[in-house]
């Protein structure tokens, strides 16, 4: 675990250097991780989303929030369409492909053209296999289990994984988990969607799936909800600084998850988010609090 006053003393050093405040630096502070289950590999429980940065190919603020994250060791980012390359660029720029885990989706319609597309795609991330293959169909991956299967038998992709941002989704993923398809899975999961508790996020952990959170700010809206509210003082007793932070220790104080996803295309805001990957968690009976809390404003508002 990362010593605080070490943290706070660098984040202060770092916001006279860049003018950021305080709270959202902490430049030699690095992640917690958390094992990819069945692996020696570490995770840093704080990753990147898929940002409209690396989307519209934005090289200054992509390469930005880039460096930050690999600063801090940061290890998972979520990249679709145009963002692979984007992203996949930067990294093998820094020859930080051992560092950073990309989590692809991929689109090709069937067998030729997924292993087009995976070609095309270790061009620019690296010779080697890619890290996680993801498709965002559920019943396409269902039906095409054996062809992705044979994608790792073959060197291709290292981790098989699925990603949907809704409960709809969950029965079909979990038939995934008991057919053995898959090695990873990205779902919703925060305070205001709390539903991933009940049964896909323990089995998961009963199946050895690493996990990997999406939506920890219902995409932007749960700003609007604590909009103009105080973060209660006793957030600090674990160590929790801002709103984004009390959500993502939320998250990650779940002993399923490998990784909470923060989208962002403003550097201080990443650098906010990652803040809540040091320090202490908050507890069983704190999270309940904290959901309360978080329900009260909402209702309130
Ligand atoms: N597989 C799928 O089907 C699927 C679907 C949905 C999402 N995902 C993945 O999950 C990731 C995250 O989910 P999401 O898209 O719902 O986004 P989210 O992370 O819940 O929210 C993103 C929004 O929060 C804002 N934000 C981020 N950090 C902030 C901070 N510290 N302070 C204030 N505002 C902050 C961002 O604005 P700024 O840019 O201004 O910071 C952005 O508007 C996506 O990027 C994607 O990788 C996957």
Redesign the pocket.
């Known amino acids: 675990m990362i010593d605080r006053r070490k943290f706070i003393q660098y984040a202060g050093a770092q916001a006279l250097l860049t003018n950021i405040p305080a709270v959202a630096t902490a430049m030699s502070a690095k992640l917690d991780t958390r094992l990819i289950p069945g692996t020696t590999e570490p995770m840093a429980i704080i990753g990147l989303?898929?940002?409209?940065a690396f989307l519209d190919n934005d090289i200054a603020v992509s390469t930005q929030l880039l460096e930050i994250f690999l600063e801090h060791g940061g290890t998972y980012v979520?990249v679709s369409g145009s963002s692979r390359t984007t992203v996949g660029k930067i990294v093998s720029d820094r020859n930080a492909q051992q560092q950073i885990l990309l989590g692809n989706y991929l689109s090709g319609q069937d067998e030729g053209e997924l292993r087009t597309e995976i070609a095309g795609l270790q061009r620019v991330q690296g010779d080697g296999p890619l890290d996680l293959a993801m498709l965002?169909s559920v019943d396409g991956l269902a039906r095409r289990a054996d062809e992705f299967r044979a994608l790792k038998t073959d060197g291709l992709v290292r981790y098989v994984g699925i990603?949907?941002?809704h409960q709809r989704f969950y029965p079909g993923m979990m038939k995934l988990i008991e057919n053995k398809v898959i090695d990873f899975i990205?779902v919703n999961y925060s305070m205001m969607e709390p539903e991933a508790a009940d049964r896909i996020l323990p089995m998961a952990m009963d199946n050895g799936i690493a996990v990997v959170i999406?939506?920890?700010?219902?995409?932007?809206n749960y700003?609007n909800i604590v909009k103009g509210h105080e973060l209660p003082e006793w957030a600090a007793e674990f160590d929790c600084e801002?709103w984004?932070q009390f959500s993502l220790k939320y998250i990650v104080a779940h002993p399923g998850v490998n990784c909470v996803?923060?989208?962002?295309?403003?550097p201080k805001?990443a650098l906010?988010?990652l803040g809540a990957g040091v320090g202490r968690l908050p507890d069983d009976a704190t999270r309940v609090r904290m959901r309360q809390h978080l329900l009260a404003i909402a209702n309130k508002n």
Request: no cysteine; proline share 7%.
């Open positions: 989303g898929n940002s409209r979520d965002r990603g949907r941002p990205q999406n939506r920890p700010f219902i995409n932007g700003f801002s984004a996803l923060t989208e962002t295309a403003n805001h906010d988010n």
